[in-house]
């Protein structure tokens, strides 16, 4: 099998930034999945370098737009591997092959009577470098840029678009997963609901000469997007290269959702037009916010992706982004966030699981895998196995999917599962009894394999940290070859494999010291003489003192604020709901609030928990914390649950003062 995924090309405009990271990191994690699977992988990135933003941008640094776009992509290609990001294409649109290939599109296209000459009238907004329709604005302006479009009258030529729509929208319904999620395809086939316009391909050398001129018009320059869209199809050799018939049945796009009409309505059309194929599949994420506020240089909030790097290591990096954002909603980003998935979930969770198994390996088993004696294999033994062969299944369907967040919840499970095995069975207790040998070779080789797996699934997400796993488990060539085939699941490490123990993965980070108030006010004293009379206090009211904590108690108590994602009831539980929430990491929560709220009526909702309660499982399911509600009863006996929110917007998992 093959798969040919691509990122958009990035307008140089800018510089790399956290949005532009995510999308590369996605599209890396996805083709490295792949590979994981057994498929011939390409994996395409690059940048978009014509149009008129790009000529204002150089024109402000005060100099020609191929010195402005020359040190830009390259700043967008000098990020990618601090980010253990390796595409296996970088290609630009002022390359000579993409330049070609645009204009033999463009004559291909107008030769098929496609491409017409006509006078238009619009509102063109320079931020998009395009005319907007009526429907498109807000209040009159640009919804992205919210600014006024000008009015512009000009002859330009056209792509006969709307000849495609009744086309794009059986393909679309015929086929589910060409868009997704599936909310943007909606958002697609709701725009096709009215009548499709014309789409302006051509810019007057009058206005813009910074682009590809048309091959039948040189007095015009290509439209920005006619001209980048194109980028897919010149990154593997179309019409005649051995790439292009490989790998383009099975394209993949991965795009933020600002650029989901060019890409869902255009692209296609355009593809129509030439007598190309569909591509397989759009994958559309949402933004990065910072504070509520998606992310702008305007603002000042723009995160730079090769300090988040420089501060917290690539694997931080890498995981947060993925486990962080369920892929196509918006998410908030916080460097508080981020380094509260750096201690909970990498050092706490994996790294100190990675860290206690191979210290026991070493400590009684010479740091050498031991046999398996199967006559002390427990059912508790079974169950883990079969966890972990349900967390490959779970986590390849989720990769699948694009639900990176699910696919290491699935990881973070078992990866608890083993922390919980290492203490039932206690490794350092049956080492003091000779005859209980066999049983601590048995669960020593349980933990080693687990960590090889592991590693195995980890691959994808953080390269780096999986290297580190694989060399402390004596495994860097076996794994740098396995796959997620059946035989490369459980039971495929080899016993005397020697370990090397190396330094921790992810040490956690030190805590942020608050400075203390000093100086308390202890009274003031009176000078001589001053004869001031000093008022009685008033006699403070009595205060029942039965019950009351310290200061230090409540400080034990840790209150988080979680924002609910999914929640679903519990069979045989008419009170219980299952909540997973967000706080910042995600965890599962039994709350008995089935009979005042609804599943439905959860999602999305801010609430207060209790986040260092020890889990406790309820109805089989284990419960990692308690939802806050206040609770009253009216004369007649009726109780009414009110669950504790926040009043304004806040990041989950900010603390409860």
């Known amino acids: 099998m093959t798969t040919y995924i691509t990122t958009p090309i990035y307008y140089v405009n800018a510089m790399p930034h956290i949005g532009h990271a995510y999308t590369t990191i996605i599209a890396d994690t996805y083709a490295r999945f792949r590979r994981l699977c057994g498929d011939e992988v390409r994996f395409q990135t690059g940048t978009d370098e014509h149009g008129e933003k790009i000529a204002q941008a150089a024109e402000k640094e005060g100099v020609e737009p191929r ?123 709701s725009f096709l609901s009215e009548p499709l316009e014309d789409l302006c391909i051509s810019r007057p050398c009058s206005r813009l000469t910074w682009g590809i001129p048309l091959p039948f018009d040189e007095k015009f320059v290509t439209y920005v997007w006619f001209d980048a869209l194109i980028n897919y199809l010149t990154g593997i050799n179309y019409p005649d290269g051995p790439d292009f018939e490989k790998y383009w049945s099975e394209a993949e796009h991965v795009i933020a959702k600002d650029i989901l009409k060019p890409h869902a309505i255009y692209w296609p059309t355009m593809l129509q037009s030439m007598g190309v194929a569909p591509y397989k599949r759009l994958h559309v994420h949402g933004y990065w916010n910072v504070d509520e506020t998606k992310m702008s240089k305007s603002l000042g909030n723009v995160i730079r992706p090769g300090e ?146 592991l590693a195995l699934v980890l691959r994808p997400v953080m390269p780096s940290a999986a290297e580190k796993m694989a060399a402390a488990l004596g495994m860097e060539k076996k794994l740098a070859k396995a796959s997620l085939k059946e035989e490369d699941c459980w039971g495929e490490m080899e016993a005397g494999t020697v370990l090397h123990p190396g330094e921790s993965l992810f040490p956690r980070l030190a805590k942020k010291k608050k400075q203390q108030a000093q100086g308390k006010n202890q009274g003031k004293k009176q ?43 519990i069979k045989k539980a008419n009170k219980l709901l299952k909540l997973t929430v967000k706080a910042p990491e995600e965890r599962t929560l039994v709350a008995g609030i089935a009979k005042h709220y609804s599943p439905e009526d959860l999602i999305g909702k801010k609430v207060i928990i209790v986040a260092n309660l020890k889990p406790a499982k309820l109805m089989g399911i284990t419960s990692q914390g308690m939802v806050l509600a206040a609770k009253e009863t009216d004369a007649d006996g009726n109780e009414r649950l009110v669950l504790s929110t926040v009043a304004e917007e806040i990041a989950p998992g900010s603390r409860v003062a």
């Not at 253990?84 to 004559?107: G, N, P, S």
């Not at 009238?121 to 470098?129: A, I, L, W």
């Not at 059986?170 to 697609?188: F, G, L, Q, S």
């Not at 508080?336 to 009684?364: H, I, P, Q, W």
Request: net charge negative.
């Open 527 to 569: 000078g001589k003489g001053q004869g001031k009379k000093v008022k009685k206090k008033e006699a403070e009211p009595e205060i029942d003192m039965k019950g009351l904590i310290t200061f230090e108690q409540f400080g034990d108590v840790e209150l988080r604020v979680a924002e609910i994602v999914t929640a679903e009831k």
């Open 67 to 189: 010195e402005y776009v020359d040190r830009i992509s390259a700043l967008f290609r000098q990020t990618w591997p601090g980010l253990d990001i390796a595409q296996d294409h970088f290609i630009r649109t002022t390359d000579a092959d993409h330049i070609k290939l645009v204009q033999e599109i463009l004559q291909k296209v107008y030769d098929n009577g496609d491409i017409y000459f006509s006078e238009y009238s619009g509102h063109y907004c320079k931020g998009c470098e395009r005319f907007l329709t009526e429907k498109e604005l807000v209040d009159g302006k640009c919804p992205d840029h919210l600014t006024v479009p000008e009015e512009i009258s000009e002859q330009n030529y056209f792509f006969r678009m709307s000849k495609y729509q009744e086309w794009l929208i059986d393909h679309i319904k015929n086929n589910p997963e060409y868009i997704t999620p599936e909310r943007y395809r909606n958002e697609v086939l």
């Open 308 to 453: 988040l790097v420089e501060k917290y290591g690539v694997d931080t990096v890498r995981y947060f982004l993925l486990r962080e954002m369920s892929f196509g909603r918006d998410s908030s980003f916080s460097t508080e966030a981020l380094e509260a998935r750096r201690n909970s979930d990498l050092a706490n969770d994996v790294g100190n699981l990675f860290s206690r198994a191979l210290t026991m390996l070493a400590k009684y088993a010479d740091s050498t895998v031991p046999e398996i004696d199967k006559a002390t294999v427990t059912e508790e033994d079974r169950v883990l196995v079969d966890a972990l062969e349900k967390m490959v299944a779970d986590y390849s369907t989720a990769m699948n999917n694009f639900e990176f967040h699910k696919a290491l919840q699935s990881i973070w499970e078992v990866i608890g599962m083993l922390n919980r095995f290492i203490v039932t069975n206690a490794p350092w207790e049956l080492a003091k009894e000779e005859e209980r040998a066999g049983r601590l070779n048995t669960v020593l080789y349980f933990l080693a394999d687990s960590l090889r797996l």
